[in-house]
């Protein structure tokens, strides 16, 4: 069973700097992206990062020139390095990993959520 296993969250005041890491605890056969995604409270989830198994990243607007996101296909592992934070970044931060079936399909997996607070 595929548990997606997120670390590195934390406080952290304005202009700081936090990494994520997410990495599957289970096999999964064949990785197709990765990617991180946030929810702060009273608001919907949003997308803040994907990357391609070919290295491809997109950043949503907000982050661009704060955050990078990069992957480890060796380990399997995704990373959000996230720099020049701001108190507007304060959510809960998801990774998701999805899988290339063996039948084409896709299968997406979550992680549990990890805390960042960005508060002076």
């Known amino acids: 069973q595929v548990q997606l296993v997120e670390s590195g969250g934390g406080l952290v005041q304005p202009g700081g700097s936090l990494r994520l890491s997410c990495a599957p605890s289970?096999?999964?056969?064949?990785?197709?992206?990765m990617g991180w995604y946030r929810q702060a409270p009273g608001k919907q989830r949003e997308l803040v990062a994907t990357i391609t198994s070919g290295g491809s990243t997109n950043h949503a607007d907000s982050v661009k020139g704060r955050f990078t996101i990069s992957r480890d296909n060796a380990k399997n592992t995704v990373y959000l390095q996230m720099n020049s934070l701001k108190p507007e970044d304060t959510a809960v931060y998801y990774c998701q990993v999805t899988e290339s079936r063996w039948n084409g399909g896709l299968r997406t997996y979550w992680g549990q959520g990890t805390q960042v607070t960005v508060s002076s």
């Open positions: 289970g096999s999964i056969s064949s990785i197709d992206s």
